[in-house]
C-alpha cells in the first residue's frame, strides 16, 4: 500500500522552531518529486516547497519555495530512511495551517501551483503558531 505519513506538527510560539517529518512506504521516494502543501483555515490549499525529480536515482533536482517561506522554511530528504523534511523556522502566526506533503513521478520542474502534477498526500498535520 502506497502511503505518506506526516508527523512534528503542534503548538508553536511566534519565532520558534518545528520539524515535519513525513514517511513513505510502499514506494521508494528516491524515485520521487516531493513536496510540501498547507491550508490555513477559510483558505485554499497552497504550495509551500517542493524538490523536483532529479536526473539520477536518490539525485534532486530544482528547488522551490513560495515567496512567504523564503529563508524561513527547508525542505529537504533523507533517501535512506524513506522520508522528506521540512524544517521550519521563525514561524510566523500566518503560517498556521495543516500541512500535507505530497510525491509525484512525473519529471521536470515540481510545481507548486499544480496539485495536478502531484499523485501521492499525506493525511496532514496541524502546525499552530501562537502565543
Known amino acids: 500500500q502506497l502511503q505518506l505519513v506526516e508527523s512534528g506538527g503542534g503548538l508553536v510560539q511566534p519565532g520558534g522552531s518545528l520539524r515535519l517529518s513525513c514517511a513513505a512506504s510502499g514506494f521508494t521516494l528516491a524515485y520521487y518529486g516531493i513536496g510540501w502543501f498547507r491550508q490555513a483555515p477559510g483558505k485554499e490549499r497552497e504550495g509551500v516547497s517542493c524538490?523536483?525529480?532529479?536526473?539520477?536515482?536518490?539525485?534532486?533536482?530544482?528547488?522551490y519555495y513560495a515567496d512567504s517561506v523564503k529563508g524561513r522554511l527547508t525542505i529537504s530528504r533523507d533517501n535512506a530512511k524513506n522520508t522528506m523534511y521540512l524544517q521550519m523556522n521563525n514561524l510566523k502566526p500566518e503560517d498556521t495551517a495543516i500541512y500535507y506533503c505530497t510525491a509525484t513521478f512525473h519529471g521536470g520542474p515540481c510545481r507548486l501551483r499544480k496539485e495536478t502534477m502531484w499523485n501521492y498526500w499525506g493525511q496532514g498535520t496541524q502546525v499552530t503558531v501562537s502565543s
Open positions: 524538490i523536483s525529480r532529479g536526473d539520477g536515482v536518490g539525485s534532486d533536482g530544482t528547488i
